[in-house]
């Protein structure tokens, strides 16, 4: 009644004072209600009590857009929060809520229970509304999470492969020429790589005594065996490349048991090289080569030892200008070409088992280095004429041998040498006798002073007749 909301007196506030005006204002629209409030219970009273369910509304969303939590999990705690908020919405606020809408004045008339059901059944709806959206969610993260796996993993294979496409290509080309190709990816098909080189050393080292232990037997499984042991020997070879010290030589390639090596193709070594700079600077790449040689030589002999073989071989270096390129938009190869690798093949194919034949114009150089050689006389090669070539002895252990200035072997100590007689040289390419530089008596391998002038024997084995036929 009137008089009754007229006991509804405002609390100290200014809010509540504005409170009591609309309440005032209210009661005169629609004085029918029950809603009473003394003294002392307007002071208590929450006036608008649905804002506790309002306020439980933006919990549950919270609840929900928390990513952390399971489905399941937010379920619950939905559900939890609806229960407690029904609940007080019941048992604590029951009043105020069902005056709440009398005393805002909003809807002063109809039944007190909207008051308390409006709110109640808004919250119930919400929290479905919301576990719905929760379930949908979570399916989606599922989804997501899925395709998130996939994608990782389609990146790692994709990566895998390209690292292991880029360690082929690696293997396949020298570093400098990979880098090339891998780094350059709008690469035509028929574009030419090609560099040109001023100072390369070139090798060749051949089994000449292979072709005679290659056939095609039940014994050998058709020739598989032969090239099992093939395979070994180059791999042996190949593994000497992994060191360090042999960095500057790269190999070419495999011709049947002849295996092929270059020195000096690193453009930045060769950036780095004036042609001011002294021999031993310009040519230490020919140095390394020679000794990658050596390396060969011992690799075989232990692998002789191991397999009771008496593989020899026979080895040819030159130095000079070449053009490297790789041909070929499929399989492609690296290869260099040029009258220097062609002497140099020429120095292997006349050479002599057991021994590194070499120009005379690459003992000019390898003297700096302290390298002993022995003249072997005047070879016939194609397209050059007559040859001058010597055999690579040995290094001398005290440095170079200049060859305009005094030889040291005054107090230098050699290495031993080989020592090849004719008769030793045939069964050699009978392949009977391993010829190992080690087990030469050492008296016998030991040069005599006055045989070498400017690290140079000129007192030559003469070539044995075969390799007159070679020739
Ligand atoms: N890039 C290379 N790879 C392998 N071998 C090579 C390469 N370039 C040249 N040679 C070899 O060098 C040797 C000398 O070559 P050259 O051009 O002087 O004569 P050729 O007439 O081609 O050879 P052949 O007389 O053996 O037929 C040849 O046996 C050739 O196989």
Redesign the pocket.
Known sequence: SPAETANFNSTSTDDAAATATTVAAASTVAPLHNCTLSETSSTQLCVFPSYYSMFCILVLIGIILHGQNTFLQKVILLAAMVAFQIGSNYFFIRESMQCERYFSGVFPGGNPQFGLLGPSTLLLFVALSLTFLAFYMEKASKVLFIWKKEVESQKETASDIRRRNEALVYNILPPHVASHFLGNRKRQHEELYSQSYAEVGVLFASMPNFSEFYCEDDVNKQGLECLRFLNEVISDFDALLELPKFKEVIKI?T?GSTY?AASGLDPNFVATIKPSDPIEVRWKHLDVLIEFAMEMKKALTGINEQSFNHFVLKMGVNHGPITAGVIGARKPHY???GNT??VA??ME?TGRAGFIQVTEETTHILQHFGYIFEQRGLVSV??KGQLMTYYLLGKSTTGANYPSGLPPFENSVMEPLKEVDEEKEEEIHEGQVNLDMDETNETEGLLKKEDVQNGVIVNPTVPSEEQENLL
């Open positions: 390639k011709i092929m290869d260099i070409w690798v062609n093949s020429r194919s194609k397209g």
